[in-house]
């Protein structure tokens, strides 16, 4: 029997997507027909994008399921006629290079890199760091980008400790959660480090009150999500030395304005959403999955849990 999988993302995503998708369902032994055009009343499955032209999804009374192809599901979560299950993308590609772009950050705040690679005046100042497991790092958010960060900044031997909204058990790592862990986890973020969705519950998780409860002088990494952040209480933040430094790489406007105050603050580093985007091949390869398990009769790997958001 024929799988109808309809490809619901935007246009331009169709060539880079067809191939790496034909071959994880074949690899998988699925016979799959696979189109940006198949009438409502035949498709199976959706492979979606939410800023894909399809927002009504009534018509599609034979689907079983919509299998994002992005990690965050915030444009589509509360999408009132979407009454079958979402999966949100979990794609090992994505995760391998949150984790590196990451790293890399964390290492050059630790290392002290930016008073070396910007030295106009060509200052002569031998500074030598602290060793890794002298420095506190925390990350805010422990789904699989955060705890693959961790882990790996842990087999460097920093300091490293979570929070999370919920509980969780990583080895070897100092964990809090919920409201009332939040504090002691900030105070121990030498090196803050946000990887939370984007929900109505974490907007403004760094605000002028939490801020204030890093150690003076800590570092902001955030490749997570711009509303994570309230703008103008960083940037007060900044100005007045409690933060040394921040490396953003989502905002709450993207294109970041041309006149937004974090292009030209000088303790403010903006890189254009780079840290990791989903990866055709792997990606494919989780859809194909999805697909097969929902042949089978099998769970779905990563559906969202509508109450949360994510």
């Known amino acids: 029997m024929t799988i109808n999988v309809l490809f619901a993302a935007h246009i331009d995503r169709w060539e880079t997507y067809r191939s790496p998708l034909k071959s994880a369902f074949s690899t998988l032994g699925l016979s799959v027909h696979l189109s940006p055009e198949i009438a409502a009343a035949e498709v199976d499955y959706i492979v979606y994008a939410p800023n894909s032209p399809l927002q009504d999804f009534t018509p599609f009374k034979r689907a079983k399921a919509v299998l994002n192809l992005w990690a965050g599901v915030e444009a589509v979560v509360d999408n009132e006629t979407l009454n079958i299950p979402l999966a949100r993308m979990v794609d090992p590609g994505m ?121 003076d002088g800590a570092f902001i990494i955030n490749p997570g999500r711009g509303p994570l952040i309230d703008d103008a209480a960083l940037l007060t933040a900044l100005d007045s030395g409690k933060i040394a430094h921040a490396t953003l790489d989502v905002f709450r406007t993207e294109p970041l304005p041309q006149d937004h105050p974090f292009w030209t603050h000088p303790h403010v580093t903006v890189t254009p959403h780079v840290a990791a985007e989903t990866r055709p091949i792997t990606a494919s390869q989780v859809i194909a999955e999805n697909v097969r398990r929902g042949e089978a009769g099998e769970p779905f790997m990563h559906l969202v849990d509508r109450a949360n958001g994510y």
């Open 95 to 215: 995760t391998q290079s949150m984790t590196e772009w990451v790293v890399g950050h964390v290492m050059r705040y630790h290392l002290g890199m930016d008073r070396h690679i910007n030295n106009p005046d060509h200052t002569w100042e031998p500074h030598t760091p602290a060793l890794a497991a002298e420095r506190r790092v925390c990350i805010l958010g422990l789904g699989a980008l955060g705890s693959s960060v961790a882990q790996t900044l842990k087999s460097l031997d920093f300091d490293v400790s979570g929070w999370s909204r919920r509980p969780k058990s990583i080895s070897e790592l100092t964990l809090y959660h919920g409201a009332n862990g939040l504090a002691d986890a900030l105070s121990n973020a030498e090196i803050l480090i946000l990887l939370m969705p984007d929900t109505p519950e974490t907007e403004n998780t760094l605000n002028a009150k939490t801020l204030a409860q890093l150690p």
